[in-house]
């Protein structure tokens, strides 16, 4: 009796998944994650192997399954619920605390009006971040210029309460900093971001810091690259408000609905074009972006204003005449900064190692590089898949 009641409930199952994969795709819960629904992957007998087809296709299948966001609200609700602080999730406008403890390498955090990741430091991955910078430093012309820059989450810059919850990113900045090789220029963006803490520098209900806090941080490098710092005084301010962001759809906190933020962004002259290059099925795809992507009256903002959102590759001719041409090996918080980045360089580029499927050497030598800027958000630091790549890309 028993072993049929098992069969049951495991044919069950199947048919039950079978029925979610046979549903609609759910390609709005993705989208309103700011990034588009993973593609299926090319199957050949290398990805099967390597196990790229594998892990590209789980993500391929979880994109798809019918009333995914339905499934995400549920998970969180539950995480939510009092008593379940294993979840990560913390709720209240003033936060029953509890002891903070959790067991993910990242919680969330609502309170004040705000949600904010809960960063817990990896001795390991620092170790391998730290280990990925003196490679480039090693590995790179002696003629290239390197530098680092680690950004940190605001709820570093929260009140006791909140920031004890989240172990100290200055600490594992400061590490990292302090064991680089001796050619490399760490960009001190924290003290910075600090000064200005109680600014709009970042956002309240997504993981990135706002044009603002980006700005700051550019002062900043722009003092370590011998570069003219940019001044927001000659720019234009531009706002798009109803922004829900990334942290907002996975806490689900409907409270904060009619509290959006709102995306400054700073203009000088015209929109520039920019140019993207991908990899797809083996082929390259040359196309075109702009340096903002501004979304048509009525529809969702999204952090994507900044380029189009992510790219394998992207280039900007910015039209100062300098010879310094800066390549910029990032995650997304590079995107708030990468426009500031065009008032000091001649040429701008861009790799994202999580979709770049060049080559770093051609990339140094076709766009004629004098500066590389390894540009990461703290939690970087504790992602050993995304070190992993920004290392292969440069084998």
Not at 16 to 44: K, T
Not at 363 to 379: A, G, P, R
Request: net charge negative.
């Amino acid at each position: 009796m028993k072993t049929k009641l098992t069969i049951a409930s495991f044919a069950a199952m199947l048919l039950l998944f079978a029925v979610f994969i046979a549903l609609p795709a759910d390609e709005g819960s993705v989208l309103s994650e700011n990034r588009n629904p993973a593609a299926m992957p090319e199957f050949n007998l290398k990805n099967l192997f390597d196990g790229d087809f594998c892990r590209n296709f789980e993500d391929y299948l979880s994109d798809s399954v019918g009333l995914r966001g339905k499934f995400i609200a549920i998970s969180n609700k539950i995480g939510g619920l009092k008593g379940l602080k294993n979840y990560g999730y913390i709720t209240g406008a003033n936060a029953d605390l509890g002891t903070g403890e959790t067991d993910l390498k990242k919680g969330l955090l609502v309170a004040d009006e705000k949600i904010m990741e809960i960063f817990k430091a990896n001795a390991v991955s620092r170790e391998k971040y730290t280990q990925l910078i003196n490679y480039y430093a090693k590995k790179l012309p002696e003629n290239i210029r390197l530098y680092c820059m680690i950004i940190p989450t605001q709820i570093e810059f929260q009140p006791e309460k909140y920031s004890s919850l989240s172990d100290s990113q200055n600490e594992t900045i400061n590490e990292i900093y302090l064991d680089t090789d001796a050619r490399v220029y760490c960009v001190d963006a924290y003290s910075s971001l600090k000064a200005h803490k109680d600014e709009y520098i970042y956002f309240r209900t997504d993981h990135h810091w706002t044009t603002l806090g980006a700005y700051y941080a550019y002062g900043e490098f722009a003092k370590e690259a011998g570069v003219s710092p940019a001044d927001i005084s000659e720019y234009t301010e531009n706002s798009l408000k109803g922004f829900l962001g990334y942290l907002y759809n996975q806490a689900q906190a409907t409270e904060l609905i009619n509290k959006p933020d709102t995306i400054y962004y700073y203009t000088k002259g015209d929109n520039p074009e920019v140019e993207a290059r991908a990899w797809e099925n083996g082929s390259v795809l040359n196309y075109k972006t702009k340096l903002f992507v501004v979304p048509d009256a009525g529809a969702d903002v999204k952090y994507s204003v900044f380029l189009g959102g992510d790219h394998p590759l992207l280039k900007i001719s910015t039209g100062v005449k300098n010879k310094r041409n800066i390549l910029v090996i990032k995650d997304s918080y590079a995107n708030a900064f990468i426009p500031w980045l065009c008032g000091g360089f001649e040429t701008v580029v861009a790799v994202d190692p999580r979709s770049f499927k060049g080559r770093l050497d051609e990339v140094l030598s076709e766009y004629k590089i004098t500066d590389v800027l390894l540009m990461n958000y703290t939690f970087t630091t504790t992602f050993d898949d995304i070190i992993e790549l920004e290392k292969d890309i440069y084998q």
